[in-house]
């Protein structure tokens, strides 16, 4: 079955305790991406890959760091958590990042809570 | 990426079609119209997308109004499990980053 699968679905940490959010698609897509979703502003991107080894920044990328050493993966990492980066994210998939020539296929979510 | 505009919420009777309006009015000539939606905090599950014709999937059909100024994604027989959050997104193909912007979208409630 195509999909995105996000490791792990819940997390309660504390301040400062390093941790990574991994991703995992298995359509052989090109781009994946990453995309918080908090109350009152919708879902907004973290940072994106166009292929293996080329990341950039999304929309929010304070405190994020992201890797893309093999296509299929794509953690995010946060070195240094903190309260306001509690929210619910998500990771999607492509086959190349364009309109009208695909979709973006998204995981089911992983909701942090940083105390 | 063109601005989009939704009723932020609506109802519709099990069974019945559902009519969801977009307003895109400052829609450029390259830019595709899609349909995402979210139950319950859920991962965003695409539904249909299209450039200047209509569309039909085993999902929905988008109707874009010949100046593609507004388009409508119609569910045809809406059941309880239809009840989510449906965004309408205008996207170029080039956009920066590949990103979809997400709106406040329309609340569908299915009732019985």
Known sequence: ?115 | DAKTTQPPSMDCAEGRAANLPCNHSTISGNEYVYWYRQIHSQGPQYIIHGLKNNETNEMASLIITEDRKSSTLILPHATLRDTAVYYCIVRGYYNQGGKLIFGQGTELSVKP
């Open chain 1, 1 to 115: 079955e195509a999909q995105v699968t996000q490791n792990p679905r819940y997390l309660i940490t504390v301040t400062g305790k390093k941790l990574t959010v991994t991703c995992s698609q298995n359509m052989n897509h090109e781009y994946m991406s990453w995309y918080r979703q908090d109350p009152g502003l919708g879902l907004r991107q973290i940072y994106y890959s166009m292929n293996v080894e080329v990341t950039d920044k999304g929309d929010v990328p304070e405190g994020y760091k992201v890797s893309r050493k093999e296509k299929r993966n794509f953690p995010l990492i946060l070195e240094s958590p903190s309260p306001n980066q509690t929210s619910l994210y998500f990771c999607a998939s492509s086959l190349q990042g364009l309109a009208g020539t695909d979709t973006q296929y998204f995981g089911p979510g992983t909701r942090l809570t940083v105390l």
